[in-house]
């Protein structure tokens, strides 16, 4: 039973414009939440998070927005450039002190120059 | 500053072997997690060491094990191999402490190991 999900595959936009990607969850004891960029051959990097009290959290060209009622939050970048292309998951821990973290299966944006 | 490291970065075995991976923790980091990332699917967790004792685990079979050392670095234990266990298996590193309680994790390469 996956607790967190990223039903999209895929996302292609063109370079400049706006990418919005996507995440629902289903466990309610999840307060924390996270986004990693992954490039081919590296570990996931750490890229932005937003806690479960807040519904906004911005960095520069990432914006992460979190709807607690209905249980998604979704990751805008704009504008888009070429190097984001990368695999991006979605990631949330529950309230318990172990950092467990619980991941998507991961959405590979791709930005046309 | 040192970032995490993992060794082999690629490793193949046959069915019922055995296999140990190493990661090196961030450093400044007390703290390691585990995980397994099979193809097309994002990670999973298999277990967190901290203070040289784990402290949580995931979903895996008793045939997973780990060790954390003195200088927080790890080790990932896979006995009786199976074709089901290829996959990359990442290491993370945190700080876990009183006042950081977001304790981010940082990851290390990965390393791909294939069981034929």
């Known amino acids: 039973d996956q607790q967190v999900k990223q039903n999209s595959p895929s996302l292609s936009v063109q370079e400049g414009r706006i990418s919005i990607l996507n995440c629902d969850y289903t466990?309610?004891?999840?307060?924390?939440f996270l986004w990693y960029k992954k490039y081919p051959a590296e570990g996931p990097t750490f890229l932005i998070s937003?806690?479960?009290?807040?519904d906004k959290n911005e960095d520069g060209r990432f914006t992460v927005f979190l709807n607690k009622s209905a249980k998604h939050l979704s990751l805008h970048i704009v504008p888009s450039q070429p190097g984001d292309s990368a695999v991006y998951f979605c990631?949330?821990?529950?309230?318990?002190?172990?950092?467990?973290?619980?991941f998507g299966k991961g959405i590979t944006l791709s930005v046309r120059p | 500053e040192t970032g995490v490291t993992q060794s082999p970065t690629h490793l193949i075995k046959t069915r019922g072997q055995q296999v140990t991976l190493r990661c090196s923790s961030q450093s400044g980091h007390n703290t390691v997690s585990w995980y397994q990332q099979a193809l097309g699917q994002g990670p999973q967790f298999i277990f967190q060491?901290?203070?040289?004792?784990?402290?949580g685990r995931g979903n895996f079979p008793p045939r997973f094990s780990g060790l954390q050392f003195p200088n927080y670095s790890s080790e990932l234990n896979v006995n009786a191999l199976e074709l089901d266990d290829s996959a990359l298996y990442l290491c993370?590193?945190?700080?876990?402490?009183?006042?950081?309680?977001?304790?981010?994790?940082?990851f290390g390469p990965g390393t791909r190991l294939t069981v034929l």
């Open positions: 990631a949330a821990r529950d309230t318990g002190a172990n950092s467990k973290l619980t």
């Open positions: 060491y901290y203070r040289e004792e784990e402290n």
């Open positions: 937003i806690s479960s009290i807040k």
């Open positions: 993370a590193s945190s700080l876990t402490g009183r006042t950081s309680a977001r304790n981010e994790q940082f």
């Open positions: 466990n309610s004891m999840f307060d924390y």
